[in-house]
């Protein structure tokens, strides 16, 4: 199966259910703490930052610059997926697929940005939900959680409502794009599409 054939095959009858979009598994990481028994009483122990210690740092300051939080090796890109045809006043669905090519997995957000062809607009509900729309509905945005491994996906699918105007052939200008602080390679970050305008999406009439 072509991997246009497998995302509409999950996309199913339901833009609400997100069946479709690749659930990103994101690292979690928790604190291990003593018992309370063994926990120190309050004012015993190591003296605070600055007191009796000349080398400590200030309150609220880093001891050692290195232990902050660098952004991973990874590299985004966008693959291109034109939405199915559809009429003039008719619908489709643009399927926005953002990949990591590793060799890290992403520990950043990144974000998605669809700009669509004039004639067309978006319509919600969007997966995820947290896209919305701006520029009149022109353009949508939607954020991903830190933590898509190496060669693995996420989707977001954008239901889109053609002009009754749109004149029948192929709307060009779109563009689907993804902006991430660990992306380091970012020639392949934007992937245009197109959508086909025909006369009818419906079966043809038997004669």
């Known amino acids: 199966m072509t991997r246009s054939g497998s995302v509409r095959r999950l996309l199913g009858r339901s833009l609400v259910t997100g069946c479709v979009v690749a659930v990103l598994a994101a ?4 604190a291990v703490c003593p018992p309370d028994d063994k926990a120190p009483a309050p004012g015993v122990g190591a003296p605070a930052p600055g007191a009796g210690d000349p080398g400590a740092p200030a309150p609220g300051t880093t001891a050692d610059p290195a232990v902050a939080a660098v952004p991973s090796n990874s590299d985004l890109y966008v693959v291109r997926i034109d939405p199915d045809p559809a009429a003039p006043g008719g619908s489709t669905v643009l399927h926005a697929f953002v990949g990591n090519l590793g060799p890290d997995r992403t520990a950043s957000p990144f974000t998605v940005v669809i700009t669509l062809p004039e004639g067309v607009t978006a319509e919600p509900p969007f997966f995820p939900e ?3 729309e701006f520029q009149n509905g022109h353009r949508v ?3 991903f959680p830190a933590g898509l491994p190496k060669f693995r996906s996420a989707t977001a699918l954008i ?12 709307l060009a200008g779109g563009y689907v794009a993804v902006r991430g602080d660990d992306d380091r390679i970012e020639s392949n970050n934007r992937q245009p599409f197109t959508i086909e305008v025909v006369e009818s999406t419906g079966p043809r009439p038997i004669v």
């Open 159 to 170: 239901p889109l409502r053609l002009s009754p105007e749109v004149p029948l052939g192929t």
């Open 141 to 143: 945005r939607c954020t």
């Open 130 to 132: 947290n896209c919305y």
């Open 27 to 30: 690292g979690q990481a928790g």
